[in-house]
């Protein structure tokens, strides 16, 4: 059974910078397309970001993109969102999972991490 723990959000102020960490177990990893989510209070959880199984091809929602970079490290089982220019809108618990553009299904979801973006 995978698991995810993500890490790293905190509070920042807008136009700051943040980096997100997926950690994942298991030794499949590498076999998974992964995404980033964010759930605000209040608002259904959105992707906001997804990448394929080697990092060679990504994807972004329109509200994040040029501002928001997936990367992975398959050796270190880890997907990466590096948030820049973050705006008060983007405050969310921000969650990784399978990317539903390719899985039909989610594995179980982790905590989260918490981003709040002051302004």
């Known amino acids: 059974q995978v698991q995810l723990v993500e890490s790293g959000g905190g509070l920042v102020q807008a136009g700051g910078s943040r980096r997100l960490s997926c950690a994942t177990s298991?030794?499949?990893?590498?076999?998974?397309?992964m995404g980033w989510f964010r759930q605000a209070p209040g608002k259904e959880r959105e992707l906001v970001a997804a990448?394929?199984?080697?990092?060679?091809?990504?994807y972004y929602a329109d509200s994040v993109k040029s501002r928001f970079t997936i990367s992975r490290d398959n050796a270190k089982n880890t997907v990466y969102l590096q948030m820049n220019s973050l705006k008060p809108e983007d405050t969310a618990v921000y969650y990784c999972?399978?990317?539903?553009?390719?899985?039909?299904?989610?594995?179980?979801w982790g905590q989260g991490t918490q981003v709040t973006v002051s302004s």
């Open positions: 990448i394929n199984r080697s990092g060679s091809s990504t």
């Open positions: 999972n399978l990317n539903p553009r390719v899985y039909s299904n989610y594995l179980e």
């Open positions: 298991g030794r499949t990893f590498s076999s998974y397309a």
